[in-house]
Structures are given as C-alpha cells and as structure tokens.
Nanobody, 123 residues
Framework: QVQLVESGGGLVQAGGSLRLSCAAS????????MGWFRQAPGKEREFVAG????????NYADSVKGRFIISRDNAKNTVDLQMNKLKPEDTAVYYC????????????????WGQGTQVTVSS
C-alpha cells in the first residue's frame, strides 16, 4: 500500500509555470506506475501524465504534451509534474495516483490517490 500527498499548487498567470510534487510513503514506491490526473469544476477527472516504475517511459494527454513534464525520484519517493506555459483551461484540482498496472491512463485502474492540490491559472 502507498499513501500520497501532493503539494505545490497555487495561483499563476497564464504563460507561467508551476511545479507540483507528490510525496509517497511505503517501501514499494518504485514498483508503481505513477500518474497525475486533474478535475475541473463540472468536468470529469482526466489523465494528465504518467511515468513507469523506473522513470524510463512517460506519456501525456495531448492537451499538455510539450508543456508538462513528469519525473520521479525513487530514492526520495517523489513524483513531480513541471507545468509550463500554463493556460486558463489548465485550472483544476490535480491528483497524484499510483497503480501496479503498467502505464495505464484509466483512473479506475489507480487504487491509490492523494487528496489533490488546486491549480488556478488566471487570464
């Protein structure tokens, strides 16, 4: 089992950057695929980015490709999401999640979730 805590959200102007971090507890962190998801008001939760257990493979939603970068540090039990060139439509609560399913984008396949962190991008 793994417990997740996100940090780093906040208010930023369009075009700016934010870095989200997710700290995980548990000695088996390195065995999990990690994902970032987001949910905007009135919308369904959507996949943002994922990274495999060793950090050698990543995938991104088309809406963030080229702007966001996911990375992990298994020695520190952390996974980060660097968000650049932010747009108002990136405004959402961002969640970190963990799964043993390799590189899945389906949120129902992630059993472990953080509490979320709010990101607000002003125009």
């Amino acid at each position: 089992q793994v417990q997740l805590v996100e940090s780093g959200g906040g208010l930023v102007q369009a075009g700016g950057s934010l870095r989200l971090s997710c700290a995980a507890s548990g000695r088996t962190f390195s065995s999990y695929t990690m994902g970032w998801f987001r949910q905007a008001p009135g919308k369904e939760r959507e996949f943002v980015a994922g990274i495999n257990w060793i950090g050698s493979t990543t995938n991104y939603a088309d809406s963030v490709k080229g702007r966001f970068i996911i990375s992990r540090d298994n020695a520190k039990n952390t996974v980060d999401l660097q968000m650049n060139k932010l747009k108002p439509e990136d405004t959402a609560v961002y969640y970190c999640a963990a799964t043993r399913v390799t590189m899945t984008r389906r949120d129902r396949e992630y059993p472990y979730w953080g509490q979320g962190t709010q990101v607000t991008v002003s125009s």
